[in-house]
């Protein structure tokens, strides 16, 4: 299986990531190994941009909530970026906006440049 997750821009204090395929019980497994691999820089926070995602299953929620426990163990966040509307519905309903920050693209000025931002956006 090929990488599930883009590094898209990186610096001293956060990592702007874009998973780039749905996030199922089949892959699950190996997002978790890539988020931990990605987040083992303790103090980042984690910025995943669900720009290519369209489905999160169950087991991808489960692994979201596993990512976003070892990021606050490691002094760092885990936030949701560009959620499309099922996302947005889903998470809302599980009570999960109150474990992950969910943020809109422009969000993302106050934390990366905009010179870095055009890149992907």
């Given amino acids: 299986m090929g990488t599930m997750i883009e590094l898209l ?4 204090s956060a990592l702007l990531l874009r998973p780039t395929q749905d996030i199922r019980m ?4 190996f997002f978790l190994e890539e988020m931990k691999e990605l987040g083992e820089l ?3 926070n984690i910025y995943l941009d669900f ?12 692994t979201l909530l596993k990512v976003a426990t070892l990021q606050q163990r490691g002094q760092g966040s885990l936030n949701l970026v560009s959620l499309n509307r099922a996302h947005s519905n889903v998470f ?3 009570g999960l906006f109150t ?6 693209k422009q969000d993302l ?13």
């Fill in 9 to 12: 821009i990186q610096n001293d």
């Fill in 42 to 44: 303790n103090g980042k």
């Fill in 92 to 94: 809302k309903l599980s």
């Fill in 109 to 121: 000025n106050s934390v990366f440049s905009e010179a870095e931002l055009q890149q992907f956006f």
């Fill in 51 to 62: 720009s290519k995602v369209q489905f999160v299953d169950s087991s991808g929620i489960g």
């Fill in 99 to 104: 474990v992950f920050q969910v943020l809109e």
């Fill in 26 to 29: 089949e892959n699950a497994h």
